[in-house]
Structures are given as C-alpha cells and as structure tokens.
C-alpha cells in the first residue's frame, strides 16, 4: 500500500516547527529506514502515518485514505506500529489474549485471528510463552510481544520505532528475522533507527532527515557514500562501509558478504598478471 506525503509541515502547540515541507512517496512493499539525529524530526513524520498526529499543511495519503479524514481505530486496519518501548503498548493478563487483541478488535473472524495469531506467536518465538503474563518475561521478550500483537492485525504497512534499541545480538537477528518474512508477504517495513548497521544490512532504501526535512533519500548505498552530507544529520555510515572506502573499495559496501567480495576484486586486481 502507498503512502503518498505532500508538503507535510508540523508545528507542535509549543511552537516548534517540527516537521518543515517534507514530500515523499513509499511505494507498496518498499523497505525504508529513516535516521537522522535526535529532534531531526522521525517520530514525528512516522506518527502522521497512522493519524496519531495531523499535519499542520500539507496531506498524508495511505493508499486512497487522506489521515485527516480517519480516526486513529480506522488507520490501524493500514498501518501497525511498534513502539519504542514496548510497556507503553502491552496491557493484557497473557501473551496470547495481547497478540489476540490486535486483530479481534479490527473484526477479523475468529477463524482468520486464530491463524494470524499462531502465525505471530511462531514467528516471534512466543508459541511456548502463550499463558504468560508479558511482565513476567525479560524487556527482550516483551519486544517480542509487542512485535507480534502488531505482526496479528496483517496490516499492509509495518512501522517500527527503534527496534534494536536495549536488545542483545540474540533479539536484534530474530528481530531481523521478522522483517525479512514481512518483506517476503510484500508489506510495506518503514523502521526509526540509530542503528546505522542494522539499518545497512535489512534496509533497501534510507531516508535522512535533518531539522524537520529531507536531506538524503535514495538506495542505501547512495545515502551511505554521501559521508560528509550524511555527516550533517549526525550519522555515520556503517563501520563495514567506513572501513571499505579506507581500503579504497570502488563500491558502497554495506554487508558481510558486499564486503568480501569487494576484497576478493581488490586482491585479484593487486596480482601480478
């Protein structure tokens, strides 16, 4: 599903402009990471997606809904949202009745929240954890929860705010994982990150932001060699990335794999023919 953004300001009641003339277009299915430093503006660009704020001027477009014409209850049908923290969004007694709760209250049948359910449970590692109370269980597991209430509903369009933030090596590749089955259903995966090699290794497309506008969005390669421009949002590219263009990498490197090949290339052309 397409989010269409058209010359979106927002200003809070504080006065602060936060958000100054952003368009941009995420078409259906597209995997896009947003970074920038604190206060660039990311949270609050995401939270127009799903209504929780409205533009000041301009439009936001989910597929054919104008956000200024749905309620909150009706975008979450489009669009699921992972908080940063976890414990702002968890309330139930158990694991299952909180990944239940997502898709019985957009009215899906019992038959359809019942799959959509295990299917939540299984691919976040929660199907043993199903009675427990999801306070009982360790911050990286109640990521988890939260992760799969919102992987229930089905929504087109998954944003995630910070996943790896306070997680161990462990969660951050399941939490990969996760992504990368979305990618294969065709959803839409827009992530806040300041994890810049997370970003670098499941993320196609990078958008920085920079005082409430755009300043870099393109390929993640691109965005990633533009170093000193990137430098202006406070980001670093990737250590891999950094470390490819000291050694004179003619290409953006930006995984494991990218960077031993682009060793490989390098040594064979240093051989004596």
């Known amino acids: 599903m397409k989010i269409q953004i058209d010359n979106l300001h927002f200003t809070y009641p504080t006065g602060l402009e936060a958000l100054r003339g952003i368009s941009l277009t995420i078409e259906a299915g597209e995997q896009v990471a ?3 430093q604190n206060g660039a503006g990311k949270t609050t660009l995401v939270r127009h997606f799903n209504g929780l ?9 989910i597929g054919d809904w104008d956000t200024k014409k749905h309620s909150v209850a009706k975008l979450a049908s489009r669009v699921g949202y992972v908080f940063q923290n976890p414990d702002e969004q968890l309330f139930s007694r158990d694991v299952e009745t909180e990944v239940r709760f997502g898709p019985h209250n957009l009215g899906y049948s019992k038959e359809k929240t019942d799959e959509l359910v295990k299917r939540a449970l299984a691919l976040t590692e929660l199907s043993s954890q ?5 306070y009982d269980l360790s911050p990286t ?42 990618r294969r259903e065709g959803k839409t995966v827009i992530t806040i990150t300041h ?3 997370f970003c670098a290794e499941n993320f196609e497309r990078v958008i920085a932001l920079s005082n409430g506008q755009i300043l870099l969005d393109g390929a993640a390669a ?6 000193e421009t990137l430098a202006q949002t406070y980001v670093d590219p990737p250590q891999l990335t950094r470390l490819g263009k000291r050694l004179g990498f003619k290409e953006t490197v930006r995984s494991q794999d990218e960077f031993l090949n682009s060793l490989k290339k390098s040594i064979d052309a240093s051989e004596p023919r």
């Open 34 to 36: 947003i970074v920038g």
């Open 195 to 197: 994890d810049i090699d």
């Open 130 to 134: 199903t009675e427990t109370n999801p």
């Open 53 to 61: 704020l409205q533009p000041t001027v301009g439009a936001v477009m």
């Open 222 to 227: 691109d965005v990633f060699a533009q170093e």
């Open 141 to 182: 597991w109640r990521k988890m929860v939260a992760l799969a209430s919102v992987i229930a509903m089905d929504t087109p369009i998954v944003i995630f705010d910070e996943p790896t933030t306070g997680q161990d090596a462990v969660n951050v590749t399941r939490i990969a994982h996760v992504i990368a089955e979305l």
